[in-house]
């Protein structure tokens, strides 16, 4: 950016925050209060530091500095930058929606406008197009999701969650799979925020995309590979941040119940482990499975599998990927009875 815009961006309050490292810097993004939205502007990463995080430590620190609503605005065609929002939790909205808030929040020509997106972070989508979880009103479709726990690409977990997703569609049931790790979001941070607002309304991130879903689901596949004799850290903080689907009484200690249970929602979990004794899996299952369990979904089968490491493994092994299939079609069937 040259100097006299960046002058022009800060006297139109701007205010601009950067990333550095050893006292070199990596990374700027700029905020920018307009009433009742805050806009996100001008973030730039240097090239050879792409892909370290720098960017989205940004858009979090400023998402701090905020109660509004936020918008951002970037080219149509900067695929790239559309990608880096919607992975750290924002919406796409609609050309007519998008073409609105251009002319009222920003100052361009209208050539610009039609070349231009804006995305929404989950508060301004919750206050502007009414998806709040609503909870007298959660009611499961007959569909499936799949929730992968592993950091790893292409891994083992990835490659039975696609054969356990093939087996649901088998069955002509929808499925729709995720991987925690191109979710942009936090671990609970026991605001209890939720207790009041029956909604997680303490954190806005990537989670407010996945709820949704969630609750839409009847089915439910979690899959985790085995860190620590436990869960990877991006399956825990998932399920903790399923906490907001509880309701509690005002008793001491507080009883408890959950807004999903009573709708004969059901599920399946995975976990993988690299050593082959049954010890060494450790909580892994349990972790899931008294979760799930508690917010009143039925465990129809687990499946442990063992002796698996080296990355896509599990490929070579086609009774195991026949058993996920197939584990994939059971859920699915079961869904109808």
Same mark, same amino acid.
């Given at each position: ?116 997106? !804006?995305? &929404?972070?989950? @508060?301004?989508?919750?206050? /502007? =197009?009414?998806?709040?979880? #609503?909870?007298?009103?959660?009611? %499961? ?89 436990? !869960?990877? &850290?991006?399956? @825990?903080?998932?399920?903790? /941040? =399923?906490?907001?689907?509880? #309701?509690?009484?005002?008793?001491? %200690? ?84």
């Amino acid at each position: 950016m040259p100097a006299e815009e960046l002058s022009h961006e800060i006297e139109d309050d701007v205010d601009f925050w950067g990333f550095e490292k050893e006292g070199r810097l990596l990374g700027v993004m700029g905020i920018q209060d307009r009433g009742d939205v805050t806009l996100i502007r001008h973030a730039y990463v240097r090239s050879r530091s792409r892909k370290q995080g720098i960017g989205a430590a940004l858009l979090l620190y400023l998402e701090r500095l905020t109660e509004k609503p936020i918008l951002v605005g970037t080219w149509k065609d900067a695929s790239w930058a559309i990608a880096f929002y919607e992975k750290n939790g924002y919406i796409l909205l609609s050309d007519e929606e998008k073409n609105r808030r251009l002319r009222k929040y920003w100052s361009i020509p209208e050539r610009q406008i039609e070349t231009s997106v !804006v995305l &929404a972070n989950p @508060k301004w989508a919750e206050a /502007r =197009l009414g998806m709040k979880n #609503k909870s007298t009103s959660i009611c %499961p479709e007959g569909k499936i999701l799949g929730i992968g726990g592993s950091p790893r690409i292409h891994g083992n977990s990835d490659v039975l969650l696609k054969h356990m997703l093939s087996g649901v569609q088998q069955a002509d049931v929808r499925a729709e799979g995720i991987q925690l790790r191109d979710i942009h979001f936090q671990p609970c941070i026991g605001c209890e925020k939720c207790r009041k607002d029956k909604r997680c309304t303490g954190i806005n991130d990537g989670m407010h995309l996945l709820y949704p879903k969630i609750t839409k689901s009847q089915g439910l596949i979690l899959l985790s590979p085995t860190h620590n004799y436990n !869960v990877t &850290a991006w399956m @825990k903080a998932f399920i903790d /941040r =399923l906490y907001c689907f509880y #309701k509690f009484d005002d008793q001491r %200690p507080r009883g408890w119940s959950s807004r999903l249970a009573g709708q004969k929602r059901k599920a399946v979990i995975v976990a993988v482990c690299e050593q082959k004794n049954k010890k060494d899996m450790g909580f892994t299952i349990e972790a899931m499975r008294l979760p799930l369990e508690a917010l009143g979904y039925e465990i129809i089968e687990e499946l442990r599998v063992f002796g698996i490491f080296d990355r896509g493994a599990v490929k070579k092994d086609d009774q195991m990927l026949a058993k996920a299939f197939n584990l994939g079609r059971r859920l699915a069937i079961s869904l109808r009875s």
